[in-house]
T-cell receptor, first 113, second 115 residues
Framework: DAKTTQPPSMDCAEGRAANLPCNHS???????VYWYRQIHSQGPQYIIH???NNETNEMASLIITEDRKSSTLILPHATLRDTAVYYC??????????????FGTGTRLQVTL | NAGVTQTPKFQVLKTGQSMTLQCAQD?????MYWYRQDPGMGLRLIYY???????DKGEVPNGYNVSRLNKREFSLRLESAAPSQTSVYFC??????????????FGDGTRLSIL
């Protein structure tokens, strides 16, 4: 699975959009981009994933560049409850088998008043 | 619908003691996973079970054994605990995707300290 690079920490004011970048320059054509987050002391929580098209759900939007070498997770209106470590993970689609994940150290997002 | 349930939530062991961490999911998922997370680090995969009756090693399997008891339950055993196994242990489950990958759902973790 491709390696990812994320900034170790970011700050965001409450109510503003939080834009979390991720570089995955060695991504292969069949690898998906996943985002999870981990709020202090809890298990990781799935946010969103995509292959090459931009994706949006009730939690966030995922923007993947045309060359797929980087992506950005957007939390449109960050709240204090969004303070967490955010993990960007890329992995090969394995239909019919277990979906193993490789976690890096992620980006620690601090949302402030 | 509880999702993924892990027991116990906290445990302190002495070096050399054995212990089994329990995990159960009620989402009818085929695949289950055990991870460990050390302070300031991301999660690392210990073992996983793609489906009932199968188990495979992950990134850091040494010192651990697993049992996929049935589709719902996946246990992790430390036969002879060592201080290096002090960590937070997370269990997760996922459906096997058909054409699109399926996300993992995590429990709240077991905090294990080995003295």
């Amino acid at each position: 699975d491709a390696k990812t690079t994320q900034p170790p920490s970011m700050d965001c004011a409450e109510g503003r959009a939080a834009n979390l970048p991720c570089n995955h320059s060695t991504i292969s054509g069949n690898e998906y981009v996943y985002w999870y987050r981990q709020i202090h002391s809890q298990g990781p929580q799935y946010i969103i994933h995509g292959l090459k098209n931009n994706e949006t759900n009730e939690m966030a939007s995922l923007i993947i560049t045309e060359d797929r070498k980087s992506s950005t997770l957007i939390l449109p209106h960050a709240t204090l409850r969004d303070t967490a470590v955010y993990y960007c993970i890329v992995r090969v689609l394995n239909t019919g088998t277990a979906s193993k994940l490789t976690f890096g150290t992620g980006t620690r997002l601090q949302v402030t008043l | 619908n509880a999702g993924v349930t892990q027991t116990p939530k906290f445990q302190v062991l002495k070096t050399g003691q054995s212990m089994t961490l329990q995990c159960a999911q009620d989402m009818n998922h085929n695949s289950m996973y055990w991870y460990r997370q050390d302070p300031g680090m991301g999660l690392r995969l210990i073992y996983y079970s793609a489906s009932e009756g199968t188990t495979d090693k992950g990134e850091v399997p040494n010192g651990y054994n697993v049992s996929r008891l049935n589709k719902r339950e996946f246990s992790l055993r430390l036969e002879s605990a060592a201080p290096s196994q002090t960590s937070v242990y997370f269990c997760a489950s996922s459906e096997q995707g058909q054409g699109s990958d399926q996300p993992q759902h995590f429990g709240d973790g077991t905090r294990l300290s080995i003295l």
